[in-house]
């Protein structure tokens, strides 16, 4: 639970559990502040002292997710002389102050949580006290720089958490799965499922599709090239005119072939420029004209671009950039294909070495990454919490 403290000048505040001795409380109050044990008076918001240092802050009425403290002081507080100033380095010159440092870890429950996960024989140490915590502390090593990466993970990753945290309150929306704007369409008679993409400048079909359509016959193989950008596809040539229909609009429509398409047809910016068509996501339809063609739902989809079964970072669907295409005997083309990674082995080991990072064992960071679905973030947030 977290414990205000109310002195006469200042509050503290300090992450406690209520089984937690008042003695400890104080010891606690003394590493802060630099107030003796014997000079501190602690009490409840309702005037009950708590004067037995043996008994736990449960046992007085303090338990929940929160409570208050008064301090006062019986005597001044001490002034720190000259030799007890900090230093550029850390001087534990004696037992007190090691149990100090003790008090402090064993007050804060994330940090021995994090403790149990990274390094159990230290966290035992604080538990117990005596001369192994000091010979433990002792023999750490400041200027470890594995150590140091891992803080500073650990602090990155805090960040990210919150970042996540800000998203999922403020924008669930970028959470979930988008699908590609496809409508229905007919090509020569013949029923397809049109990708409609801004992004790509001209209209193009697969070769399979164009022989389903029966308007293979018709390409012209002097526009055949290669189209180039991210990826390279090869253009096989040009249909020039075949007639498409939407809903009720019969239109006439000019095709780029090219090979190793993942979808049969692309409506382009070509066609949507030349007929003024307009892509209206509020009421979710492409208007050409005063015609309108509705945007096909998930589950009418082809089975690629439907939403995977853990739609998780690093495994989410993303478009690739519109390709900037050149043909050696005819105008340029581009495409816009919509892709999914998918994860691998060496993703996974990452993910996991990351949790490794953080203080999680390897089984324990496979563990939480099974039950987040391979999200990295949420099996971080489960590690921490």
């Known amino acids: ?45 309702s005037g009950v002292a708590l004067i037995t240092e043996d008994k736990t802050l449960s046992s007085y009425g303090l338990t929940g997710t929160g409570a208050t403290l008064f301090l006062t002081f019986r005597d001044p507080r001490p002034v720190p002389s000259s030799s007890q100033q900090p230093s550029d380095g850390v001087s534990l010159s004696s ?37 192994r915590f000091r010979d433990l502390l002792l023999n750490a090593d400041p200027y470890d720089i594995e150590a140091q990466k891992k803080i500073e993970e650990a602090i990155r990753m805090e960040a990210v958490l919150e970042n996540m945290q800000h998203a999922m309150e403020f924008s669930p929306e970028s959470f979930g799965h988008v699908t590609m704007l496809y409508i229905n369409v007919e090509v020569n008679g013949h029923p397809v499922k049109a990708f409609v993409d801004s992004g790509a400048q001209t209209t193009i079909i697969s070769p399979e599709c164009a022989e389903s359509c029966g308007i293979m016959r018709l390409i012209d193989k002097r526009f055949a090239g290669v189209a180039q950008g991210v990826g390279t596809a090869k253009i096989l040539g040009r249909i020039h005119s075949a007639q498409i229909k939407l809903d009720k609009l019969f239109l006439p429509v000019a095709f780029s072939v090219l090979e190793g398409q993942s979808v049969d ?60 295409s050149s043909s050696t005997a005819g105008p340029s083309t581009s495409r816009s294909t919509a892709q999914t990674p998918a994860p691998d082995n060496s993703q996974r080991s990452r993910d996991i070495d990351t949790l490794v990072g953080l203080g999680a064992t390897r089984d324990h960071a496979a563990q939480l990454l099974e039950a987040a679905g391979g999200n990295v973030d949420v099996a971080a947030s489960m590690l921490f919490g």
Do not use: W
């Open 265 to 324: 047809l692309l409506f382009g910016l070509d066609m949507l420029k030349r007929h003024q068509a307009c892509i209206d996501l509020s009421t979710n339809t492409l208007r050409i004209g005063a015609t309108e063609i509705p945007f096909l739902s998930e589950h009418q989809l082809p089975i690629k671009d439907r939403a995977p079964p853990h739609d998780s970072a690093g495994e989410a669907s993303a478009s690739t950039a519109p390709v900037a």
């Open 1 to 45: 639970m977290r414990l205000t403290i109310i002195a006469p000048e200042s509050v503290y505040e300090h992450e406690v559990d209520p089984s937690m001795e008042v003695r400890d409380v104080k010891a606690l109050i003394e590493a802060e502040t630099g107030a003796s044990v014997s000079s501190q008076t602690l009490s409840t918001d």
């Open 95 to 131: 037992d007190a102050d090691f149990e100090r440092m003790r008090l402090q870890a064993l007050g804060d429950p994330n940090l021995m949580n994090q403790l149990r996960q990274a390094n159990p024989e230290f966290a035992a140490a604080i538990q117990t006290g005596g001369s």
